[in-house]
């Protein structure tokens, strides 16, 4: 077997279990309620609608940039991106495209309601429901990683391969970002967002490696 291939995924697992680790410790300390962190998420809030006050035009492209990452736009491009793939006959990324959103999904309501962490005061934007973690800042994060993932394959080209996956990425933090402008979300709702987008999008990324590099099995 090819050393570099076995070494990504090594890589690839490695950052699955960071990511899966810092998501872990900082969901501990948001139900232990660590003074520090709410001093820190108290802080940033009240900056953020500070400066959202005193700057229209922010608070204007923040809601442009977070309805990118609505549900609805979302699931509209994995299904046309599904239909492509499938259409090709990319079976392997076809599923990717499904099954990771619906794994970070998945983890993520259940954390969202075992949690049952209150959003913050005065929100800029409309939105209920729980807040930890950050369902657009995930859903933009997997979306993004997938996309990156896709572009990986796919494109050959530089320096467009380069400028879809820094737009992909660039994207996904921004939306992160105009959580907090919002006040829809605390930044450390957010910052486990990007921790759980991650792990869900390197986990897939690890098992897409390894089962790209399985041995044929001979006809019986």
């Known amino acids: 077997m090819d050393r570099a291939p076995r070494h990504l995924r090594t890589w690839l697992l490695a950052a699955a279990a960071a990511a899966t680790a810092g998501f872990l410790a900082l969901t501990a300390v948001v139900v232990a309620r660590v003074a520090v962190v709410e001093r820190f998420d108290n802080g940033m809030s009240s900056t953020a609608r500070q400066f959202a006050a005193g700057h ?3 608070r204007t492209l923040m809601s442009f940039v977070t309805h ?3 549900s609805g736009v979302l699931v509209s491009l994995a299904l046309l991106t599904f ?6 006959q990319q079976w392997q990324a076809a599923l990717l495209v499904v099954a990771a959103p619906a794994a970070s ?3 993520r309501v259940t954390v969202l309601h075992l949690v049952a962490r209150e959003r913050p005061v005065d929100r800029l934007t409309a939105i209920s429901g729980w807040s930890f973690p950050s369902g657009h800042t995930t859903s933009s994060g997997v979306a993004a990683g997938v996309a990156i993932l896709l572009v990986l394959a796919y494109v050959r080209r530089e320096p467009l391969r380069t400028a879809l996956i820094v737009t992909a990425a660039g994207w996904a933090v921004l939306v992160g970002v105009s959580r907090v402008a919002l006040l829809a979300h ?3 709702d957010v910052l486990a967002g990007w921790f759980l987008a991650t792990a869900v999008t ?5 098992g897409r490696t390894g089962a790209a590099k399985q041995p044929q099995q001979p006809a019986s």
């Open 56 to 58: 229209v035009r922010w």
């Open 202 to 206: 390197t986990a897939f990324a690890a």
């Open 105 to 107: 999904v998945a983890i």
């Open 186 to 188: 605390w930044p450390t």
């Open 68 to 70: 990118t990452g609505d």
């Open 83 to 88: 239909i492509v793939l499938a259409w090709r």
